[in-house]
Structures are given as C-alpha cells and as structure tokens.
C-alpha cells in the first residue's frame, strides 16, 4: 500500500511539472479541473500520463529525464490535443493507445539528441507524435474535429481564454481556475503567466488587420506558457527579457503558422518550445565570484635597511662539496 502511495505521489509531482510546480496536491488539483470541464478529454490525458508513467518506471529512464516527469507529461498532452483534434472512433482509440505507446521512446530519443546542446526536449516528443498521426491516418481514418479557436470575447475574459486554448479547453472559466491555482502556488509565476498572454494579445491587435479569430488565437496560444516557463527557471530572467520573448514568440507563431500551412499539421505549442530554446542559447552565462571581483594590487617589496655583506672566498670543505 505504501509503495501504492508513493508511486501516486511521484505520478501527481511530475504532472505538476506542466506547469513548472513540483508539487502533488498541484498535480492533484490540475488533472482534476479537467475532469469539471471536460470528462471525455480527462479520461484520454489521465490514461495516456498513466501509461507513460509506467512506462517510465518499469523501463530504463535517465534519471534526469525521470525526475522532470517529461514521459507523462508528453503522454498526457498527446492525449488531450488527439482527443480535441479528432472524434472519437474505433480508430481514434486504436492511434491514441499507439502513440501514447510511442511516446516514451520518442522522448528518450529527443533528450539524448538536444543533451549535447544542454536543452530539454520539453513538449516537442507530444508535438512530433501528433503531427505522425496526422500525416500516417489522416481524414480517411480520423474525422477532425472544428477548430477549438471560438470566437474572441471582448473584455478581461480574453486572457483566460487564452489560457484554456493552451490546455486545448477554450473556456474562460477553465483558464481562470487554471490561473488562481497557480497565484495560490506561485504567485511571481502566475504573474508572468498572465502578462505574457496579455502581451501576446497586445501585438496581435497590431500584427493582424483582418480581425482574424483564429490568428489572434494562436498568437495567444504559447506565450502565457512562455512567460510561465521562463520566469520559473534557476537562474531568472529579468522581467524585461521575458516579456521581449513573449512578444518575440507571436513572431515565431507567424512564421511557423506560414510555414506548416502547406503540410496541414497543428501548430500545437512549437513556438513556446522553439522560442524557450532560443532564449536559452541567447542567454549569457554569470561570471564567477573569482572573475568578477577585481584583482588584488600587486604588492612590491621593498628592500629597506638591508646590509649585503662581503662576498667571502669558499673554504677547503666547500670547494671538495662542490667539486
């Protein structure tokens, strides 16, 4: 039973790390939200995190990529986005058991490649198995479902939006709840949060002039998830870099939005990881105690009231020693 408790405890902690917490009750609480709004979304994500986290357990896992939980939570978001992008079917069931299945290796093959440039595959393993499922099943074996970008409210309600459209639930109350958990366990990263949503909203009142919903809802879509992100790392970024990287990131949304139109595959969150990768390379590493402390004067002896004696011929002994 103990060891019951303790696997459930680890499972809830590294769910939590979604949202960079490490805290069970958080993890408790965030699964559970789903489940108040969304039932048939909350059994896809709880049961593909379940079975990443087995997976994780009972196979050999670096222990660095065990401890960020990443296995689940990539498990637990491939849920979710094939649940919001497709209905259900025996073959949506049949990809949904497979991927999930396939996520664990994805993700250990994305942690030993981007180890060598010190990154963290973060959510790109889910963002990849998806865009397989999209490509190898297409429209002959899933139904894709409409367009989970709704249209736009006016007012404070468009951040929490926002926020929802992240965890693929356009819900403004579902976005709050998901906030005031967050100012109850991270005030400082809830802040960021919602600064990095607002600002994303801000510039696409500027980039977009045809009053498009669906482009102002993927500008939105990753930089609340950015600001969180990059206000939760070890060594912080300055209030002023994160929100230049959240503005940075509708850029990056743009681009890619031009760039997958052609192949037809969901965007999902690769702005927030190309962006958080790109704010990782460009960050300037912190000079050491020793470096940055100036360097001590020199000091200089100086030879005072020193008497130099004769130099005295070698005796007998001496010169046979020397000799």
């Known amino acids: 039973m103990k060891q019951l408790f303790d696997h459930g405890k680890k499972y809830l902690r590294n769910m939590s ?15 559970a939200s789903f489940a108040l709004f969304d039932l048939p979304l909350f059994y896809c994500g709880l049961g593909a995190s379940l079975i990443g986290y087995a997976a994780q357990t009972r196979t050999s896992t670096p222990m660095m990529l065990k401890a960020s939980g990443l296995i689940p939570i990539n498990c637990f978001f491939f849920g979710i986005a094939l649940a919001s992008l497709y209905d259900f079917s025996p073959a949506f069931f049949f990809f949904l058991i497979g991927g999930t299945l396939c996520v664990p290796f994805v993700t250990k093959a994305f942690y030993e490649i981007l180890s060598h440039w010190k990154l963290s595959p973060y959510i790109i393993p889910y ?3 998806i865009w397989l499922v999209s490509l190898c099943a297409g429209e002959s074996w899933l139904t894709p479902r409409t367009s989970p970008f709704g249209p736009e409210p006016l007012g404070i309600a468009t951040p929490f939006l926002s926020m929802g459209r992240m965890l693929f639930l356009p819900s403004p109350l579902f976005g709050g709840l998901i906030c005031a958990l967050l100012f109850v366990f991270s005030p400082r990263r809830a802040i960021y949060f919602l600064i990095g949503t607002v600002v994303a909203l801000g510039a696409a009142s500027i980039l977009i002039t045809d009053s498009s919903d669906l482009s102002k809802g993927l500008l ?3 930089a609340g998830l950015l600001g969180l992100g990059l206000s939760s790392f070890h060594e912080r970024f300055s209030g002023k870099t994160i929100i230049l990287f959240c503005v940075l990131s509708s850029f990056v949304t743009l681009a890619l939005n031009q760039l997958l139109r052609q192949p037809i595959l969901p965007l999902l969150s690769l702005p927030y990881v190309l962006t958080v990768w790109l704010a990782i390379l460009s960050r300037t590493p912190r000079l050491s105690e020793n470096l940055r402390r100036p360097l001590a004067p020199v000091k200089v ?7 130099f004696s004769k130099p005295q011929a070698p005796t007998v002994e001496e010169s046979e020693k020397v000799a």
């Open 301 to 307: 002896a100086v030879f005072e009231n020193v008497h």
């Open 127 to 129: 963002i990849f198995a």
């Open 17 to 31: 790390q979604s949202l960079f917490l490490e805290s069970a009750l958080f993890g408790a609480l965030f699964i």
């Open 220 to 222: 939105t879509y990753s």
